[in-house]
């Protein structure tokens, strides 16, 4: 089952790049809360702007590595020996494959800073301004919603453009023995006959 869910998980792009962001941004935000707290406290009343600086490069910083170990987990681990079929023509070392796409989609992010932050920034620095929540909740949920906005822009630029496709998983050869025996140990106990279904059966 976990296998079935890995290879869907990686043979999606669309679905995968989605929930690495979200994902990124969703824990991202839950381990900045509280250092945007902090510093806001450490700062003091007042000074909005810089709070909401502040809590913007905080968010960046924690989103920018745990989408990294995403990235890498959704497009390039393989733990059951599986290659998509570019990875068994192309002669390439990993790393400069990970770092060409990782900064593909960091460099479509970028012309969606001015969306994300806008929404992001605006949004945290009204709820202060008006007394509606602290500064860690209101970086929380401004956060989160202009993840929201960006994705839905984003998947809509992703589906015109055609930016993904649907990678074919290669299995090698000792996995494929391997489903193989699953495949023979399944027939034998719904009762078929793995020589065929026209051999005939002792009595």
């Not at 990124?24 to 806001?40: D, R």
């Not at 600086?53 to 990235?71: E, M, N, P, R, T």
């Not at 993904?164 to 090698?172: E, N, W």
């Amino acid at each position: 089952m976990a296998r079935r869910l890995l290879n869907f998980y990686q043979r999606h792009p669309l679905i995968s790049t989605n929930l690495n962001i979200l994902a990124s941004g969703v824990l991202a935000i839950m381990l900045a809360k509280w250092p945007v707290q902090w510093v806001s406290n450490w700062i003091g009343e007042g000074y909005n702007g810089l709070k909401v600086v502040l809590a913007a490069l905080i968010d960046a910083a924690f989103d920018g590595a745990v989408y990294l170990i995403l990235h890498w987990i959704a497009n390039h681990w393989r733990p059951y020996g599986c290659h998509d079929e570019v990875d068994l023509h192309e002669q390439k070392s990993w790393w400069r494959k990970y770092i060409r796409s990782v900064s593909g989609i960091q460099l479509e992010r970028l012309f969606l800073f001015p969306v994300f932050y806008g929404t992001a920034m605006g949004g945290m620095y009204a709820l202060m301004h008006f007394d509606i929540m602290r500064e860690g909740w209101a970086f929380a949920l401004a956060f989160f919603v202009a993840i929201c906005v960006t994705r839905i822009v984003h998947t809509i630029y992703w589906i015109k453009t055609g930016r993904f496709r649907t990678i074919k998983i290669a299995v090698s050869d000792a996995d494929m023995e391997q489903n193989d025996k699953g495949s023979g140990q399944k027939r034998s106990q719904w009762g078929e006959d793995p020589a065929g279904p026209g051999a005939q059966r002792p009595l």
